[in-house]
């Protein structure tokens, strides 16, 4: 079942991957890179702090949205109850 939902959660990756010409199966092989990724956290390194900054605090994209109140849907779905 764990195997079953790798592959799931995956697939995506590899097909996107497999479409533009990469190796398909490269996205299934992730032992080296958590391997190296564990022993930067076991050292006490800050393996996700660039990672934050680039993508989240450094990042210039921005949306703005404006919610309005619908001053008339409780009315409606009183009227539809």
Same mark, same amino acid.
């Given at each position: %079942? ?9 697939? $995506? #990756? #590899? #097909?996107? +991957? ?8 490269? =996205?299934?092989?992730?032992?080296? $890179? ?7 956290? !076991?050292? =006490? !390194? $800050? ?5 934050? +900054?680039? %993508? ?10 404006? %919610?309005? $109140?619908? #001053?008339?849907? !409780? ?7």
């Amino acid at each position: %079942m764990h195997r079953t939902f790798l592959l799931a959660t995956t697939a $995506p #990756t #590899t #097909t996107l +991957q497999w479409v533009y010409d990469r190796d398909a199966l490269a =996205g299934l092989r992730f032992d080296a $890179p958590l391997k190296s990724l564990k022993a930067k956290l !076991e050292k =006490g !390194e $800050p393996v996700f702090a660039s990672l934050v +900054q680039k %993508m989240l605090l450094d990042n210039k994209h921005r949306i703005s949205v404006e %919610m309005v $109140p619908d #001053t008339e849907l !409780e009315a409606r779905q009183v009227h539809v109850q």
